[in-house]
Structure formats: C-alpha cells, structure tokens
C-alpha cells in the first residue's frame, strides 16, 4: 500500500519522494488506501507514449511519407493525444509514474525530450506552480492600477494561443548561457507575479544545468533530424507543433481562470464525457490533484468521489470562456 501523500511542493527536488511520506505541519490527513493492481498500466502507456514519439518524428518521415503524403493525416490524432502525453510527464514530475524517483526522472527526460523542452525545466515549474497558483502565478490577472485591459490583452492571448508552449521550447536557450548568468538572469526576472525568477534560480544550479545542457541538446538534434527527414513535408510537423502548442497553451490555465486568488490548493474539477476522461489520465480531476499532489491518475476519481463527486463546470465550457481574456484583479 502506498499513502496519498501531500507534496512539499515548494522545493522541485522532493516531488518524486512524495509518495514516501506526507507532511507533518498543516495538512490534510487522507487515509490509506490499497493501491490497485495499475501501476504497470504506466509503465505500458509510456512506452506507447514514447513509441508514437518515434513514430511523428522518424518513422513517418522516413518510412511511410515517401510512400504517400496520406499518412502525414496520421499527425492530427497525435496532436490530439497531446493531453494524455502530458499527463504522463506529469506524472513523472510528482513521481508517481512508476514510485520509483529515478526511474521516474529517466521516463520524464525521454518524454520531455520527445515533448520539445527538458524535463527539469517543466519539473521546477510545475511544482513552483503548486506552490504559488493563484499568487505569484495567475495567468489571466491583471492589476487596473499599473495596467490596461488591452496591455494585459497583448500578452495574455498570445501566451493562450500558444505562446505558453512556445516559452517552454524557447527556453533551450538557456544552454547557451553559463550557470551564474542563468541565475543573474533569474534574480534580474524575479517578480512578485511571476514564478520565472525561481525556475532560471533552480535550472542554473551546476548538477541541474548541466541536465538541462544534455536534454536541450538531445531535443535540437532530434527535432533538426526530423525536419530534414520530413523535407519537403516539414510543414506537417511544424502544424502539429503549432497543435501542440495551442492544446498545451489553452488547457493550462482552464482549471484556474477566474478562481480565487490566494489558494494554491484550489483548482477546478471539470466534467469530461466518460471516454475522455480515462483519454486525457483524469487530468480533468484538477481540483483533487491540487489538494492532493502524490495521488496517481488512477487514484484520483476515487478521491473524487470520496469528496462529494461534485464537478465546478464542464471541461468545454471551462476552457472556452478563458477567450473573455484578462481579469482584472480585486
């Protein structure tokens, strides 16, 4: 058995020891649970996961496109599997994939390497996004006393359409850049709403960069490989990129547009129809991960309805209201 642990998320190097321990000030006590026989349903999904990867960026174009440009239509259910392709390196980063933290730090590195931005970068990240949601870390607000609506506009809508993803890939730049200049880049970045200062703070640590040095690098090489191997179909890659992109970009923020600010622990539990919802790892289950960061997928609708099974709003509709745009803070 294994407990239902509360994440230290404010340090990203104790997410993958969650499931070891809970914390012991300020918690919440969830009981014991026997762990159903599904661990090794993970293990088999990430292998599949990182097989379709091979598949979009090797074997299609090398194998299948000379043959006929019809298979480049099999990109678009790849595209649409974008959601569950995360779920797993989500998984990955709060170690719950397989409960074993380096196994789980090696199937992360794979995925994010095929995902187009190194592990360590999305791990930090995510978790200083449980420590600072609705603080630090509010997407969607803006203060009417420093700003506009149409100047938080300029950067809200291209980060939803996108843009988020596109930060996440750009930021293999930083492998260019030595160690002291990453974190003078994130004492300079360091704002009270923003989580960018402490993720440049963590990835320009030596043993962390140099991780980040050796991914980045893995992630250029495959993604030019690709590119001159689709040739003169390049352009299917890159629109299922931009693909990626806008899944990655819009989902973000859907489970916390419009919430209260000031909780991190507070996120929305968002209907899917039932086939969906084992399709994108219960990731729709957002308001009992927050509360419960070392559950497993697999976990969560049973949490779910141990809390009143209640859902916030329909996951459609959650996602498509974000296009209102900028809140303005209270």
Avoid at 73 to 96: N, Q, R
Avoid at 290 to 312: K, N, S
Wanted: aromatic share 10%.
């Amino acid at each position: 058995m294994a407990p239902y642990a509360w994440i230290d998320e404010s340090d990203p190097d104790q997410g993958a020891d969650a499931m070891a321990r809970t914390r012991t000030a300020g918690t919440v006590s969830v009981p014991r649970r026997p762990v159903r026989p599904d661990r090794s349903i993970s293990v088999w999904l990430t292998a599949v996961a990182i097989a379709l990867g091979v598949f979009q960026l090797i074997a299609l174009p090398l194998g299948l496109l000379p043959r006929d440009a019809a298979w480049g239509w099999t990109l678009v259910p790849l595209t649409l599997l974008t959601t569950p392709f995360w779920s797993l390196i989500h998984e990955a980063v709060h170690g719950t994939l397989t409960g074993k933290r380096g196994l789980d730090d090696r199937c992360g590195r794979v995925l994010a390497v095929l995902y187009g931005s190194p592990f360590v970068l999305l791990k930090a990240g995510h978790l200083l996004h449980h420590r600072y949601s609705r603080t630090r870390e509010r997407a969607e607000v803006y203060d009417p006393a420093t700003t506009t609506w149409l100047r938080a506009a300029l950067g809200y809508y291209p980060r939803l359409f996108g843009g988020l993803y596109l930060l996440e890939v750009a930021a293999l730049l930083l492998a260019l850049l030595p160690a002291a200049a990453v974190r003078e880049l994130g004492r300079r970045l360091d704002a009270p709403e923003t989580v960018a200062g402490p993720i440049f703070a963590r990835v320009g640590q030596p043993g962390v960069l140099r991780r980040f040095r050796t991914d980045a690098a893995a992630i250029v090489i495959l993604y030019a490989a690709a590119l001159l191997a689709y040739g003169s179909h390049c352009w299917m890659l890159l629109a299922a990129l931009g693909g990626r992109a806008v899944v990655i970009s819009w989902s973000d923020n859907a489970y916390h547009y419009g919430t209260d600010l000031d909780a991190p622990r507070d996120a929305l539990n968002l209907r899917l129809p039932r086939p969906l919802d084992a399709l994108a790892l219960n990731f729709h289950l957002h308001g009992v991960h927050h509360r419960h960061p070392g559950l497993r997928w697999y976990e969560l609708p049973d949490a779910f309805r141990d809390g009143g099974g209640d859902y916030d709003l329909g996951w459609f509709a959650a996602a498509g209201r974000q296009i209102r745009g900028p809140v303005a803070a209270k």
